[in-house]
């Protein structure tokens, strides 16, 4: 099985700690950077091959995973020289990709099954696979309905569940054919086109542990829980 991490983005909502460090390898705990703990869940999970997309500070990323082998990964590398998108660097690739792979972003804490998700998606026949988890949204306001100038319902800060992307996808190749290498192209655009051609993706709904580490609560919140979970997270630990 063969996965590719996108590890090119800036981080720029967890500045000032990626100023120096790309977000891929910001510290989680006192040992292990995100995208170390991602690279062993990847071979504990039948993974042994791995593509990282890299842009900024990518040479220190290509210093710190090399060829993969410390956790017995086959790795290569791929370089934006401008910005792609979120599903942009695969169109760079995409010729040397299998005909399913896995997608993800390298800056996600979780304890889902990665070949799970992949092994999924070739079982769905679906050109695309969301991984996908609960969200809780909380309203610090009064939440008003109206009709015609009418106040027709009210909810005092209300809590809202909504189903959203973790950043992990089973991809098959044939979803990005229509697309051209070198532009950008978001994940956005790929799951409207899908349901515009009435071919739409495999949802695989999740309900373990998750985290976007993108944002800087959660990054505070994953350094703060690592050490009870680090077993949970990193097999054999």
Same mark, same amino acid.
């Given at each position: 099985?063969?996965?590719?991490?996108?590890?090119? !983005?800036?981080?720029?909502? =967890? %500045?000032?700690y990626t $100023?120096?460090?790309?977000? #891929? *390898?910001?510290?989680? /705990?006192?040992?292990?950077?995100?995208?170390?703990?991602?690279?062993?869940?990847?071979?504990?999970?039948?993974?042994?091959?791995?593509?990282?997309?890299?842009?900024?500070?990518?040479?220190?990323?290509?210093?710190?995973?090399?060829? !993969?082998?410390?956790?017995? =990964? %086959?790795?290569?590398? $791929?370089?934006?020289?401008? #910005? *792609?998108?979120?599903? /942009?660097?695969?169109?760079?690739?995409?010729?040397?990709?299998?005909?399913?792979?896995?997608?993800?972003?390298?800056?996600?804490?979780?304890?889902?099954?990665?070949?799970?998700?992949?092994?999924?998606?070739?079982?769905?026949?679906?050109?695309?696979?969301?991984?996908?988890?609960?969200?809780?949204?909380?309203?610090?306001?009064?939440?008003?309905?109206?009709?015609?100038?009418?106040?027709?319902?009210?909810?005092?800060?209300?809590?809202?569940?909504?189903?959203?992307?973790?950043?992990?996808?089973?991809?098959?190749?044939?979803?990005?054919?229509?697309?051209?290498?070198?532009?950008?192209?978001?994940?956005?655009?790929?799951?409207?086109?899908?349901?515009?051609?009435?071919?739409?993706?495999?949802?695989?709904?999740f309900g373990?542990?998750?985290?976007?580490?993108?944002?800087?609560?959660?990054?505070?919140?994953?350094n703060a829980?690592?050490?009870?979970?680090?077993?949970?997270?990193?097999?054999?630990?």
């Open positions: 099985m063969h996965a590719v991490i996108m590890a090119g !983005g800036k981080g720029v909502r =967890l %500045r000032p $100023t120096a460090l790309p977000k #891929p *390898l910001v510290p989680i /705990g006192d040992q292990h950077a995100i995208l170390e703990i991602v690279m062993r869940q990847l071979a504990s999970a039948g993974f042994t091959s791995c593509t990282l997309a890299i842009g900024h500070l990518g040479h220190i990323i290509r210093a710190y995973v090399g060829d !993969g082998s410390q956790w017995g =990964l %086959r790795v290569d590398y $791929t370089t934006e020289d401008s #910005p *792609l998108g979120t599903m /942009g660097p695969l169109l760079t690739m995409l010729d040397r990709l299998p005909e399913h792979f896995l997608a993800m972003n390298g800056d996600i804490l979780t304890d889902l099954d990665f070949g799970d998700v992949l092994r999924g998606h070739r079982d769905s026949g679906a050109p695309l696979t969301i991984a996908t988890h609960v969200r809780t949204v909380s309203i610090d306001f009064g939440v008003l309905s109206t009709e015609s100038g009418r106040v027709t319902g009210f909810a005092e800060k209300p809590t809202m569940d909504y189903r959203v992307s973790m950043g992990v996808y089973g991809v098959s190749r044939a979803a990005l054919a229509r697309y051209t290498p070198g532009l950008p192209l978001g994940f956005d655009e790929v799951v409207l086109d899908l349901l515009a051609d009435g071919t739409p993706p495999h949802a695989y709904d373990g542990y998750w985290l976007d580490i993108g944002r800087p609560d959660d990054y505070d919140r994953a829980e690592f050490t009870a979970r680090r077993g949970q997270l990193i097999r054999g630990a």
